[in-house]
């Protein structure tokens, strides 16, 4: 063979190797959508549903990426779950607390009434049996919950006028989330759960008397000042909440394992700094509200956290005495609170705080 004829056939194989090593690495490329509960420009909702789907990219080379749909982009806010659960999409950035409809004991894996702060709540779902709990319901439609989200404490409520007692409830009607919804309705309450976007409207139009939602920097956003001028504090049914990414199991299962690592380390990421980014902005965000929005933030006498924690107590009863799925959850739940007590016990302290 001539040498030019054994540099052309040395260029053709070169070229063939090289498209093929590209198609090879073209065809591991994994292209998710994930359909979002929150739009982009809700604080600590929003942004960190972006940061994660830039860590995934990032993570993994730009060879595993998950499109982020803003909420009504693919399915409504709140309906992730069937999207995912048909594989219509594979995956969503939601909360279990939105899945209540189907099953009312996912609301414990999102937020509980005078539960816990972030340590414990995540302490019972990694590695106190709840999320394994929370795999075997949702794992039923097909879906794998991966718990990506946490925020601090919320607040309990906007107020058009001032609430001096409980009594002033009854006959209100409100939008309320999870399992403080249970207790505002033994109270007198008429609830509804809305999407975030929903709210505004429906206090604008008289839909809705009142509102909770999440905490200053969100609210704000959300513009609920503008008709509801009273807050009031402190967030008994959400002393933390969690949100998952909701994941199709037969898409998650043909991943390698090397992307399936990678969707688990970013979720454990999000979760830390989603909860840390609340703390950092709210206090800000707080004295802004009124110095700005002249809310006036307002804290229920302890007598009146009293009645919503006896409430609580009684909801719990009634609804695990006819749910049994309910009662598995509570139990695991309780259960582990019950063994952690002692070591809250010993190590709660007041806070100290500069004058």
């Not at 070229?15 to 929150?38: D, E, I, N, P, Y």
């Not at 002249?294 to 804290?299: A, L």
């Not at 799925?325 to 063994?339: C, I, M, N, P, Q």
Request: proline share 4%; net charge neutral; glycine share 10%.
């Amino acid at each position: 063979m001539s040498l030019r004829k054994t540099i052309v056939v040395a260029v053709v194989a070169l070229s063939a190797a090289a498209f093929l090593s590209t198609s090879a690495h073209a065809a591991k490329r994994v292209k998710w959508k994930m359909h979002s509960a929150w739009g982009s420009q809700v604080p600590h909702l929003g942004w960190e549903a972006l940061r994660f789907t830039e860590n995934v990219t990032e993570m993994s080379g730009g060879n595993f990426t998950l499109k982020f749909f803003e909420p009504g982009a693919l399915v409504p806010a709140n309906e992730g779950f069937d999207a995912v659960s048909k594989g219509a999409i594979e995956s969503a950035w939601s909360t279990a607390g939105y899945d209540v409809g189907k099953y009312p004991a996912l609301a414990f894996f999102t937020a509980v009434p005078f539960g816990p702060g972030i340590g414990e709540m995540m302490a019972w779902i990694w590695f106190g049996g709840g999320k394994e709990i929370s795999e075997r319901i949702y794992g039923k439609h097909n879906i794998k919950p991966m718990h990506c989200l946490a925020i601090g404490p919320e607040t309990s409520g906007w107020f058009r006028n001032e609430i001096k007692e409980l009594d002033q409830l009854r006959g209100m009607k409100m939008r309320f989330f999870g399992l403080g919804a249970r207790v505002m309705q033994r109270l007198g309450v008429s609830t509804q759960l809305l999407a975030g976007g929903d709210i505004f409207p429906a206090l604008e139009k008289g839909v809705i008397d009142a509102t909770e939602f999440s905490m200053p920097t969100m609210d704000i956003k959300y513009g609920f000042y503008q008709i509801a001028k009273y807050n009031y504090f402190p967030g008994w049914h959400q002393q933390v909440s969690i949100g998952t990414l909701d994941v199709n199991i037969p898409k998650h299962d043909a991943l390698t394992a090397q992307n399936q690592k990678i969707l688990e380390v970013a979720c454990r990421a999000s979760a830390m700094h989603s909860y840390a980014e609340t703390e950092a902005l709210n206090p800000a965000a707080m004295v802004e509200m009124g110095t700005k929005y002249g809310v006036h933030t307002m804290r229920w006498r302890d007598d009146q956290l009293a009645v919503f924690e006896q409430a609580w107590l009684d909801t719990l009863n009634e609804d695990a005495a006819k749910d049994p799925l309910f009662k598995e959850v509570a139990d695991s739940y309780l259960g582990f609170r019950k063994e952690y007590k002692k070591w809250g016990d010993a190590q709660s302290l007041n806070a100290t705080y500069l004058k």
